[in-house]
C-alpha cells in the first residue's frame, strides 16, 4: 500500500484550500516541551528555541497567514502578567493567538490577565491551576466558529498524573477559514 501522504501539522485529514491549519500540544513533564504549529510551520518548539516555562504564546495575522510575534513569560519565575498583557493589547486586531503552557503557567497569573484572554475567547483561563496543561486558540476583533477545537485543560493530579508529578500532554488542532475577516 502506498504511505499516506502527510498533512500540514501532522493532521490525519487535509484542512480545505480555504482554511489554516493548526496544533497547539502543551508540555508532558519536564522532558516534553510544547508546541505551536500553524500551517505546517513550527512556530514554537524546542527545535526552535524559543519555548519557555510559562504561558507560550504565537500571534499570527488571519488575513495574511504570518506569524507577527512569538513570547513566553514565565507565570513562576516571576510577575509577568503585565508583560503578557501588553503583548496582548499591542497585537493588532485581526490577529489569531495560539496559547499553550509549558511547565507551570498559573503561580502568578493576575485576574486582569486572566480577564484580557478570556476576551479572546477562553473558557478555561479562569480554571488553571499549577502546572495544568492548557492549550488555545482565540481571536482579537473577530469571532472563531464554533465547531472547530479552540480549548483544552488537563489539571495536575497527583493520583492521575502520567509523569511523576506532571499532568499528561494534551493537544487541540483542527483548520481555520481564512475568510473570517
Not at 482554511?19 to 510551520?41: H, N, P, T, V
Request: net charge positive; hydrophobic share 35%; glycine share 10%.
Amino acid at each position: 500500500a502506498p504511505v499516506p501522504r502527510r498533512q500540514k501539522c501532522d493532521h490525519w485529514t487535509p484542512c480545505s484550500p480555504g482554511s489554516y491549519a493548526y496544533r497547539i500540544l502543551s508540555s508532558g513533564g519536564k522532558g516534553k516541551l510544547a508546541k505551536i504549529c500553524f500551517e505546517d510551520e513550527l512556530i514554537i518548539s524546542a527545535e526552535k528555541g524559543n519555548v519557555g516555562r510559562g504561558i507560550n504564546i504565537a500571534i499570527v495575522n488571519c488575513k495574511t497567514g504570518k506569524v507577527t510575534s512569538t513570547a513566553y513569560f514565565d507565570m513562576w519565575g516571576g510577575d509577568h502578567s503585565g508583560e503578557m498583557m501588553t503583548f496582548i493589547k499591542n497585537a493588532p486586531e485581526g490577529s489569531l493567538f495560539l496559547m499553550v503552557t509549558h511547565d507551570d503557567g498559573s503561580t502568578r497569573l493576575k485576574d486582569d490577565a486572566k480577564k484580557l484572554v478570556k476576551d479572546l475567547g477562553s473558557k478555561e483561563i479562569q480554571n488553571m491551576k499549577f502546572r495544568s496543561s492548557w492549550a488555545f486558540i482565540g481571536a482579537k476583533g473577530f469571532k472563531l466558529p464554533e465547531n472547530i477545537q479552540k480549548e483544552k485543560i488537563n489539571h495536575s493530579d497527583t493520583k492521575k498524573n502520567r509523569y511523576n508529578g506532571w499532568p499528561a500532554e494534551i493537544q487541540i488542532e483542527g483548520c481555520i477559514p481564512r475568510n473570517l475577516i
